[in-house]
Structures are given as structure tokens and as C-alpha cells.
């Protein structure tokens, strides 16, 4: 609380009566206002994001998780109580920025021009500022966005590790390359956002497997050797198999290894072991800051399985 | 249906898919595979995973294909050659400049350039353009086969936008004709250039508009080199000797993005050869030892096969629903393999269930 005052203050943006509107969030993760989720493809980044938003938006903070995939919906939609989602893409928030900052005739000509889209989209890293101009946006108090309420927190699920490290960077490095003008002066604030570690923090998430755990590893250190640099708030380790079988009784399994029952069985210890190994080298590198989801088995994770994860999440 | 069969015929194989999926081990291979099978094959990995790297003799980054020794792959037949290489993404790109500058002198300019350098290194595009740029270029060397694995992105339709959006970059069309302030597009806009820039220098800053005017000046005349690379590029992705091949797991969300992008494809003429499902889970047959076991453990038997169940029941669901939207293009099917696949045996392991001995 002490942190988001502060913090707001020097953000100079939000009016004095709102600064008390947040709700005091049990979970120390959930605790910054915008949390960029990455980690290697296919370790269920998605998952987490949703599920650190349920498990926020049980504590009474109202939770936007907005994916850069762009091929969800583009409006704010709630699909939970308290817990919003959107599909940032740069197009609808280009349009978006010109319609607040491009007044008469000439912001309609640049919202309905082929070229100038084509333009903008075409400059390096343009669409990237477009994209986190839009999760800084959903992260103010004072949105700007005409009548749209604030969030308490955004969560983004951003995409795999290399590119998610990156794209932390492009703000900076836009106004760096732009210099001076508006969007040098817009990229400088979103850039001071993202650099402020009581604001902005970076989880990633890995499966127990060799690769993942590595990429962890890797985005670690591209972060704390970035510009602004950034600590892992925290690692979830997901999709995690408990081991259920004893010695003794691996042993008397493998009298039986010719049946497929039974080789199934003893896959899985072969793999709760390997798994062990990894999350130990996590738990060495990250002690507290890691936390474990189990596999939950299910062919297809819906609202009610991630709310199980928001539980495990929030203990 | 194997490999070898797949790739029929086939003189480039571009491995595409979700991030995850083992594209990256399957690339390499089909590789590995095919030049045992006696062709030259040149297989372009994309950050590959350290020992699948030294597996292969790959220390670095580089800009050519090497020589696999043999010895490497030990146990396996080589009757062919397997070259490879982990792309560099930035070196590619300032070949490319100083391959298609006029002089060395503006190559050198042009590598200063802030927007070029930006450009080279940017978060998103520049891996898949090179990618693609390198795949042009090995494709006039003497190898019978170029296998490509593709970055990692956040969906596998990536791969085929992002080279376009750079190469449209490049070309520079949409751009120049707004950097002139006389330009065609302003009348096209029916409006006069003057609160137009303004509004252009409002939205992006004057500096930009003079780094990006400087960065289109210094590429001159390349731009039209650029344009016909870009065309070029385009016959290859879309001649028949070139195989796409979707890479994916049974999992429901790589299902859903590798039905996407067959889709994708589809609309876009190009080559769609097949998949490949790794990590799969077959279905068990029946076994019969539980009643052997004490009570306690044969529970836990239970609970463990019950859990292997729900997911080769999600397998075989994937699976159909993939195979219901192709049009009778083979999958190949590679079971979840015990153990590591980021190493020679990992490798090897693979190639022989993707090449069925």
C-alpha cells in the first residue's frame, strides 16, 4: 500500500481520492500493478496468466489479463468476477492511439489509411510500442481511454522468454531511436514504468524438463544485464508430477516390466525423478520465490481447474 | 508412411509449428534421417538447445553450414552428408546489405544507421526474415535437401508474416511515399501535405521521420533489389519441390494453432506436405499383473495408468481432430520418448521412430 502511494504520487497522474480505492492483496506476487508472465513456448503461460488472475481477483482486485497474441477478442471482456480479458493487437491500438491524440480531419485521414497503417506497422519496433503502450494504458488509474474503469492489476501473457525479454526493452530503445517528439516523450514514460520494479515485475514460468528450466535460467540473466534491470519475481514451475511410488515398490514393479501398466508406471517414476532434478536446481537458484502447480490431467484447463491453480497459487 | 517417403522429391523441408513441440530436435532429425539415407542435407537450426548444438559440433553462431562428422552420430550409418548451422541472425542480415550495396562504403553507412540497427536486431521479424533469406541462399548451393527449423514465436502463422512486413519495410513502398511530401500518397489522401506531416511528425517525432528519411536515402536504388529478392523468396516458399512441414504435439492448444496454420497455408497456395505429432501417448493395451500386487501399490498403479489414460485418450482426440481437417496429408506419429531428446541419443531415438527402423 505504503509503495503504491508513493509510487502514484511520483506518477503525478491520479487524483488524491482514488489513491485508497486499492484493495490490501494477500499474495505478495500479486502486489505490482502490471506482472508480464513468459517462459519457453509450451509451458502453459497462458494458464498461469489466467490463473494469477482468478487467484487476484478472488483478493477483491479487479484483474485484466491481456495476452499479445491478437487473435482474441480486442474489447475488455469479463469472463470471471473481477477478472477481465483482452487480445492486445497493434492495429486496434493504433487506431486507439490516434483517436485520442490525433484530433480533425488529419486523424481521420491517418485512422483510415492504408498506408500509414502499413507504415507504422512496418517500423521497427513500432508495433511493439503500440502493444505495451497498450498494456500501460489498462495499468493507469486514470485511464485514457474514455469511461473505461481502472484496473488494480494487469497481468500480461506475454509472449516466450527471448521475445518477453525484449519486448520489455522496445519502449526504451524506441525512445532512444525517436529521440524527441511525442513518442519519444511516450515511449520515456511507458520506458520509467516498465524500469520500476515496484510497478512492473516478470514472472516466468517453466514445466520441470531440461529445456524450459534453462530458458528460466537465460531470461534471469537477460533481465538483470537489461538497462532497466528486472529480478524474477517469481518462477512457476508447472504442470509438476508428484512422485508416487517408493523404492521398494519400484522395485517390485520392475519384476513386472513386461506389462504396459506396469511400464506406464514406471515412465512416470523415471520422470518424477528427472523432475525432482530440475525443480531442484530451480529451488537452489530461487529458494521462496518458487512456487509449484501440479499436472491436473484434464485434456482441456477451464475456468474451474484454473480456479484449482488459483488456490494452489494463493496458499 | 515415413520421412523419407514424406519428403519425396522435396528439395526444402520447413519445419513449422508452436513453440514446444520439438521442432528444433525434429529438424534436426529428419536431417540426420535423410543424409543417412545417403542425400546431401544442410539442416538450419534456430537456437537450439546447448547439447542438441555440441551433439551436432556446433560451438557458435555462424553464417555457413559444417561438416558433421560421423563419429558424431555413432551406431548410425552415414551414407550421405549432414551439414548444419545454428543461424546468425544479425550476421545474415549485414551480408545481405553489403551483398546488395552498390559500394562497401554505403554497406558501412547503412550498418550505422539507427534504424538499421534496430531494424537488425529487432524483437520481432528480423530471425524470421533472415531465416528465410538464408534458406534463399543456401538453396543455390549443391545440396540435395535444406532442412529449416523456425524461431520461436508466439504462433506458428509468425513465420509466414514477419518477412513480408519487413521485406514491405525494405522495399520501403508505403514509407517514401510519405517521406516526399509531394508524394502520390498525399493526393491520394485528397488532402494537402502539410497537416498530414504535421500529424505524421505528431504521432512518431521529427527525429524518427529524419533517421528513417536518411535510412530510405541511404538504401536508394536497393530498394527495388529488395522488392525482387522479396519475389523471388516467394516462388521458392511456394514451388513445389518445398515442403511445409507442421510440427506439434497432440496437446489441444498446439492442435488448435497447427489447424490455423495448415488453414493459413491453404490460403496462401503454399506447399503443405504433412505432420509430424510428437510427445504422443498410445493407447495401453491390456495388462494383467495387478492382482500380483499388494493392495497399496496396486492402487497407486491404478491412479497412475488411470492418469496415462486421460492423456492418450487427449492424444488420439488431437490426433483426429487434426487428421479431420487435412485433406488426406500423412501424420507421422512420434511417441513421448523416455528420457532426454536434447542429445545424440535423444536425436538418434527420434530419427528411428520417424524413419521406422
Not at chain 1, 487467484?55 to 489479463?65: D, L, M, N, S
Not at chain 1, 475488455?76 to 492486445?88: D, K, Q, T, W
Not at chain 1, 503502450?133 to 485511464?143: P, S, T
Given at each position: 500500500m505504503r509503495r503504491g502511494f508513493l509510487h502514484l504520487r511520483l506518477m503525478g497522474v491520479v487524483p488524491a481520492a482514488r489513491r485508497y480505492v486499492?484493495?490490501?492483496?494477500?499474495?505478495?506476487?500479486?502486489?505490482?500493478?502490471?506482472?508480464?508472465?513468459?517462459?519457453?513456448?509450451?509451458?502453459?503461460?497462458?494458464?498461469?496468466?489466467?490463473?494469477?488472475?482468478?487467484?487476484?481477483?478472488?483478493?477483491?482486485?479487479?484483474?485484466?489479463?491481456?495476452?499479445?497474441?491478437?487473435?482474441?477478442?480486442?474489447?475488455?471482456?469479463?469472463?470471471?468476477?473481477?477478472?477481465?480479458?483482452?487480445?492486445?493487437?497493434?492495429?486496434?491500438?493504433?487506431?486507439?492511439?490516434?483517436l485520442l491524440k490525433v484530433n480533425g480531419a488529419a486523424g481521420l485521414a491517418l485512422r483510415q489509411s492504408k498506408l500509414f497503417s502499413s507504415f507504422a506497422m512496418a517500423t521497427p519496433g513500432m508495433r511493439?510500442?503500440?502493444?505495451?503502450?497498450?498494456?500501460?494504458?489498462?495499468?493507469?488509474?486514470?485511464?485514457?481511454?474514455?469511461?473505461?474503469?481502472?484496473?488494480?492489476?494487469?497481468?500480461?501473457?506475454?509472449?516466450?522468454?527471448?521475445?518477453?525479454?525484449?519486448?520489455?526493452?522496445?519502449?526504451?530503445?524506441?525512445?532512444?531511436?525517436?529521440?524527441?517528439?511525442?513518442?519519444?516523450?511516450?515511449?520515456?514514460a511507458i520506458a520509467r514504468t516498465i524500469a520500476d520494479p515496484a510497478f512492473t515485475s516478470v514472472v516466468a514460468v517453466s514445466t520441470p524438463e531440461e529445456m524450459p528450466v534453462n530458458e528460466t535460467f537465460e531470461l534471469g540473466d537477460a533481465l538483470a544485464a537489461a538497462p532497466d534491470p528486472h529480478e524474477l519475481e517469481a518462477v512457476i514451475l508447472n504442470r509438476r508430477h508428484a512422485d508416487r511410488f517408493t523404492e521398494i515398490e519400484v522395485a517390485a514393479l520392475k519384476h513386472h516390466g513386461g506389462d504396459p501398466g506396469v511400464r506406464v508406471a514406471l515412465a512416470e517414476h523415471a520422470r518424477a525423478t528427472r523432475e525432482l532434478e530440475q525443480e531442484r536446481r530451480l529451488r537452489d537458484a530461487f529458494g521462496e520465490r518458487l512456487l509449484i502447480l501440479p499436472d491436473l490431467f484434464v485434456p482441456r484447463l477451464e475456468l474451474a481447474q484454473l480456479g484449482l491453480l488459483a488456490g494452489d497459487l494463493a496458499r | 508412411m515415413n520421412a523419407a517417403q514424406l519428403l519425396e522429391g522435396k528439395r526444402v523441408c520447413i519445419c513449422v509449428g508452436a513453440g514446444g513441440v520439438g521442432k528444433t530436435t525434429t529438424a534436426a532429425s529428419v536431417a540426420v534421417g535423410m543424409a543417412a539415407r545417403g542425400l546431401k542435407v544442410a539442416v538450419v537450426t534456430i537456437d537450439p538447445a546447448r547439447r542438441l548444438a555440441n551433439a551436432l559440433g556446433l560451438e557458435r553462431l555462424e553464417?555457413?553450414?559444417?561438416?558433421?562428422?560421423?563419429?558424431?552420430?555413432?551406431?548410425?550409418?552415414?551414407?550421405?552428408?549432414?551439414?548444419?548451422?545454428?543461424?546468425?541472425?544479425?550476421r545474415t542480415f549485414d551480408d545481405l546489405i553489403e551483398r546488395v550495396a552498390p559500394t562497401p562504403a554505403r554497406a558501412e553507412e547503412i550498418k550505422r544507421n539507427g534504424v538499421y540497427r534496430e531494424l537488425s536486431s529487432a524483437v520481432s521479424g528480423s530471425q524470421e526474415f533472415t531465416a528465410i533469406e538464408k534458406l534463399y541462399e543456401l538453396v543455390s548451393d549443391d545440396y540435395d535437401l535444406l532442412v529449416l527449423d523456425t524461431p520461436p514465436a508466439h504462433n506458428a502463422v509468425e513465420f509466414l508474416n514477419a518477412p513480408g512486413r519487413l521485406t514491405a519495410f525494405l522495399g520501403g513502398g508505403a514509407l517514401q511515399v510519405f517521406l516526399r511530401p509531394t508524394g502520390i500518397g498525399m493526393r491520394l489522401l485528397g488532402m494537402g501535405a502539410a497537416p498530414l506531416l504535421g500529424a505524421l511528425r505528431l504521432v512518431t517525432g521529427v527525429d524518427l521521420i529524419s533517421d528513417l528519411t536518411a535510412f530510405f536515402t541511404l538504401l536508394g536504388g536497393m530498394t527495388d533489389e529488395f522488392s525482387a529478392r522479396a519475389e523471388r523468396v516467394e516462388r521458392l516458399l511456394h514451388a513445389p519441390e518445398t515442403a511445409f512441414v507442421l510440427v506439434t504435439s497432440a496437446e489441444s492448444r498446439p492442435i488448435d494453432e497447427a489447424i490455423w496454420f495448415r488453414e493459413t497455408l491453404r490460403e496462401n497456395g503454399m506447399p503443405f506436405t504433412g505432420a509430424i505429432v510428437n510427445r504422443m501417448h498410445p493407447a495401453l493395451s491390456p495388462g494383467g499383473v495387478q492382482r500380483d500386487l499388494p493392495p497399496d501399490l496396486r492402487a497407486k498403479l491404478a491412479a497412475s495408468i488411470a492418469e496415462y489414460t486421460v492423456l492418450a485418450e487427449r492424444d488420439a482426440a488431437g490426433l483426429e481432430r487434426l487428421r479431420a481437417s487435412f485433406t488426406g496429408e500423412p501424420i507421422l506419429q512420434v511417441p513421448e520418448l523416455d528420457g532426454d531428446i536434447h542429445d545424440v541419443q535423444g536425436l538418434l531415438a527420434m530419427r528411428a521412430e520417424l524413419f521406422d527402423d
Open positions: 486499492r484493495v490490501a492483496v494477500s499474495l505478495p506476487l500479486l502486489r505490482r500493478r502490471l506482472i508480464f508472465v513468459t517462459g519457453k513456448g509450451g509451458v502453459g503461460k497462458t494458464t498461469v496468466a489466467l490463473a494469477l488472475g482468478l487467484a487476484a481477483a478472488r483478493t477483491g482486485q479487479r484483474t485484466i489479463v491481456a495476452d499479445l497474441q491478437g487473435e482474441g477478442d480486442p474489447q475488455e471482456r469479463e469472463i470471471a468476477p473481477g477478472l477481465s480479458r483482452i487480445s492486445v493487437d497493434p492495429q486496434s491500438a493504433m487506431e486507439e492511439y490516434l511493439e510500442l503500440l502493444c505495451m503502450g497498450k498494456l500501460w494504458e489498462l495499468a493507469q488509474l486514470e485511464r485514457r481511454t474514455r469511461d473505461a474503469a481502472p484496473y488494480g492489476l494487469v497481468i500480461v501473457d506475454a509472449p516466450a522468454s527471448g521475445h518477453g525479454a525484449a519486448i520489455l526493452r522496445t519502449p526504451r530503445t524506441f525512445a532512444e531511436l525517436a529521440r524527441v517528439g511525442p513518442i519519444a516523450n511516450q515511449a520515456q | 553464417n555457413e553450414p559444417r561438416l558433421v562428422s560421423p563419429k558424431r552420430l555413432h551406431g548410425l550409418e552415414m551414407r550421405g552428408e549432414l551439414w548444419a548451422m545454428m543461424l546468425d541472425s544479425k
